[in-house]
């Protein structure tokens, strides 16, 4: 595995320090000061190959900018583009294929061996959290698509989201009125419905009897399902949420994931109660 980057070897090299591990994980490092042109030029990705003992056919380039597909196209190589920019992904046709994030990346459809870490469809992360009042959202939910999401503001959480790619999570989430209950939910514009801006859009699998507005709710997230996908019809949309539920259902009674059900986060006090 090489690092072919448009910045000079030595920034690079400063950069990952920080990182622990990612230095030795390179074979190679190639910066734009050590080929003649850097990219769209081929040159960087020609020059890693080269120092790799690989032919430029065999080799697989992962890149987030469009003049880095452009490069890893010139240079003979498959590019899968992993857009740096939300929305963006028209920009990157040149790509053998575009995906929402690095979670995306399926080494195998290269040849490569396969990851191992994804689990009943699921992939496992360290937990992370968001929590605050039940806002009303935009009435999608329960009126169209027959599904009631608590919706979460995103006011405070902009880093959060800066952080997480936008997609399919599940876990678990805490009513402080009401208990701990299994949670599938989306983060993210919504393609189907092309929001404005990133919403937080939890589905507690659980039938409730009235709504909790103004309810503070605690998220523990411990895995990921897929990306956000626009689909053709509402129809294909609904199940596939359904198939999402199902997924997260059956993940949450393993060891790995349950656990969590007893994170203090979940444990709201409720002021009402006092």
Excluded: C
């Amino acid at each position: 595995m090489a690092l072919a980057s448009n910045s000079h070897r030595a920034t690079i090299e400063s950069k990952i320090s920080y990182q622990h591990g990612w230095n030795e994980s390179f074979s190679v490092i190639v910066g734009s000061d050590e080929v003649r042109t850097g990219k769209p030029s081929p040159d960087i990705f020609l020059e890693a190959a080269k120092r790799l003992n690989m032919e430029p056919s065999s080799s697989l380039v992962i890149e987030d900018s469009v003049i880095g597909v452009v490069a890893g196209k010139a240079a003979g190589m498959e590019v899968v583009a992993v857009p740096s920019l939300p929305k963006q992904t028209h920009r990157y046709t040149a790509a053998d294929e575009v995906i929402n994030s690095l979670l995306d990346l399926r080494p195998e459809k290269w040849g490569l061996p396969p990851f191992q870490d994804w689990i009943e469809g699921t992939l496992p992360s360290e937990p992370w959290y968001i929590g605050g009042p039940v806002v009303k959202g935009l009435g999608r939910g329960s009126k169209v698509l027959g599904i009631p999401t608590a919706n979460l503001s995103t006011e405070g959480y902009s880093d959060v989201l800066s952080e997480h790619p936008s997609g399919v999570y599940f876990g678990w989430a805490g009513l402080s009125t009401r208990g701990v209950y299994k949670m599938v939910m989306s983060i993210g514009w919504n393609p189907y419905f092309d929001n404005a801006e990133k919403t937080i859009e939890p589905w507690l699998l659980h039938e409730f009897d009235e709504d909790f507005y103004d309810e503070e709710l605690h998220l523990v997230i411990v895995g990921y399902i897929r990306p956000e996908a626009n689909f053709p019809s509402l129809e294909t949309l609904i199940a596939k949420i359904h198939e999402d539920r199902k997924v997260a259902e059956r993940a949450l009674d393993l060891p790995l994931y349950s656990k969590y059900r007893d994170d203090p986060y979940l444990k709201i006090t409720s002021s009402k109660g006092q």
